[in-house]
């Protein structure tokens, strides 16, 4: 499901009113765009459970979206910050995955909007090691030994990098 | 009733939809400007106003500061109150300014008090000061609580930043709040302890404020 972010801010100003169809629709917009953007740095285990969560937050924090403002940034936001949430929280869950490597892009309007506001964009912000850290062990599950048998960092380095990395994540969720 | 999980879970949250109101820039300013003046009405209230302001012939050193923390105070809160509203690409670097602006009166009075060591003279920082900075704490109290209010309701997505702006707010609201009451005219008391009332609470905000707003 695609819909333009001026149908977008229609639907959740109607829904901060109370419209259930509205509401309805715009969580089916919201789920379909949470999960374009989020499979590429989430295992496809842990997916529906954080689309379920940033739904979640969706629905509590409905208040917070400005009818002024467009709602992908919104969304993304919360998106982003349920993310580095998911991060931190996760440590092996989900075991060895595959990510999927098909690159969220494409020509039209929506598209390029996904991809200003993707989470490579706030992984390029972290210096490489740190980055590099963090997906190998919060991503794609890897042990610490793992991670860094894999990158040539120490143990104790791989960590600090995984801490410093989701301080810096967190602090960047609205500007990178 | 849908039977895909998921589908389930969008039905229950559609199903407990209830009208919200949008969170709004001028409420959020509003409750923290209130908070702002009621701790400086309180503090002059107890302990009343300044001579010099009282008799309507401000002295201008003591003006000059308590305008530079109560904008400070406003620009700093103006950020806090819009990171309840969370989007990514927002800018929100005008307080960063203003701070910067605010940290010329303690930075002047530490470069004073620089020079007069150099100079082997003596550099006195009143120990009375002290007074000043709980006051200016206390009262920033007030002004720190509505905005953690205001944010527990948003969803702030850098909560130290949130909590530092916050703290920030609250300790320059406080600051502006004694500069009222305080006697002291000179640069190094205002520099050191009302400055510091700013950087205290900004530093308490940024270290205990996130677990008061995470959501």
Known sequence: MTVDDASLARLAALAQQGDRQAYAALLAACRSWLLRYLRRRVSPEALDDLVQETLLSVHRKLATYDPARPVIPWLAAIARYRFVDHLRVTYRAAGEVELDDEAVSGEDEEEAVTARLSLDRLFEALPEAQSRAIALVRIEGLSIAEASASTGQSESLVKVNIHRGLKRLAALIESA | MPDDPFDTFMAELVADLKPVTPLRQGRG???????????????????????????????????????????????????????????????????????????????????????????????????????????????????????????????????????????????????????????????????????????????????????????
């Open chain 2, 29 to 215: 300013m509003a409750l923290a400007l209130a908070a702002l003046a009621l701790g400086a009405a309180l503090l002059v209230a107890v302990l009343g106003l300044r001579r010099d302001f009282a008799a309507g012939h401000p002295e201008p050193m003591v003006t000059t500061a308590a305008g530079v923390f109560l904008v400070l105070a406003v620009a700093s809160a103006w950020a806090a109150v819009d990171m309840a509203r969370p989007g990514v690409g927002l800018r929100r670097e005008g307080w960063g300014w203003t701070a910067l602006m605010a940290a010329v009166l303690p930075g002047s009075a530490l470069g004073l008090a620089g020079v007069e060591l150099w100079h082997d003279r003596p550099v006195t920082i009143d120990p009375g000061g002290v007074l000043c900075l709980g006051l200016g704490l206390g009262t920033g109290l007030i002004t720190l609580a509505a905005l953690v209010l205001w944010l527990r309701r948003g969803a702030p997505s850098s909560l130290r930043r949130a909590g530092m702006l916050a703290g920030v707010a609250a300790g320059a609201a406080g600051a502006f709040a004694v500069s009222l009451w305080c006697p002291h005219d000179n640069l190094m008391h205002i520099g050191v302890w009302h400055g510091a009332t700013v950087v205290v609470m900004g530093l308490a905000g940024r270290w205990l404020l996130p677990r008061w707003i995470i959501w």
